[in-house]
């Protein structure tokens, strides 16, 4: 969050690069960030790795860090798709998040992410709008057939809570192990 008060996209992709050098040369082929969701509660605990509440920022920063990490052939993975806005009980809560809202405001950094070439994105804990984000039709809809994602979605660890309602609405792959 420090590095977007830059609002330096050169400096974001170097950044980005440097880190996708560090895991390349670990033997990491995927690298779980960018973290994308909106700073919209302050005691959020993953919003250190954010590029904070700016909708328009931290899409031209996401694609920034996308573009420098898989530089280094390492794969970018966009996360946490959408509305992991909360600490607060965020494998339970459910973020009622309007169909224009979610497109004007949430999706912009996944948007840009996608645009830059992220090869993954992973969807996150909360139920969107009653369902829960990783089987959830209606956003993995938007992401893969309105956004043109062609990579593969990937669940928050822990995050899958069926096999056919996941499988069918478009996760890929379920983290960090099988149960479903």
Not at 13 to 33: D, F, S, T
Not at 74 to 89: C, D, I, S
Request: with cysteine.
């Amino acid at each position: 969050i420090t590095l977007a008060a830059s609002w330096d996209r050169d400096l974001v992709q170097r950044w980005g690069a440097a880190m996708g050098a560090e895991e390349r040369g670990k033997g990491v082929m995927i690298q779980l960030g960018p973290m994308m969701n909106l700073v919209r509660s302050p005691a959020a605990g993953r919003n250190f790795e954010s590029f904070g509440e700016d909708p328009f920022l931290s899409a031209a920063l996401s694609a920034a860090d996308v573009v420098g990490m898989q530089s280094q052939n390492v794969v970018a993975t966009a996360k946490h798709f959408v509305g992991n806005e909360q600490e607060t009980n965020r494998t339970g809560v459910d973020s009622r998040i309007d169909e224009r809202t979610l497109h004007e405001i949430y999706y912009a950094p996944f948007e840009a992410a996608v645009s830059a070439g992220a090869g993954a994105v992973m969807c996150s804990y909360n139920r969107l709008n009653g369902i829960y984000a990783c089987e959830n039709p209606d956003s993995l809809a938007d992401l893969k057939m309105g956004m043109g994602f062609t990579g593969f979605v990937m669940s928050d660890w822990g995050a899958t809570h069926s096999t056919i309602a996941a499988a069918n609405a478009g996760l890929d792959m379920e983290m960090p192990g099988g149960d479903y």
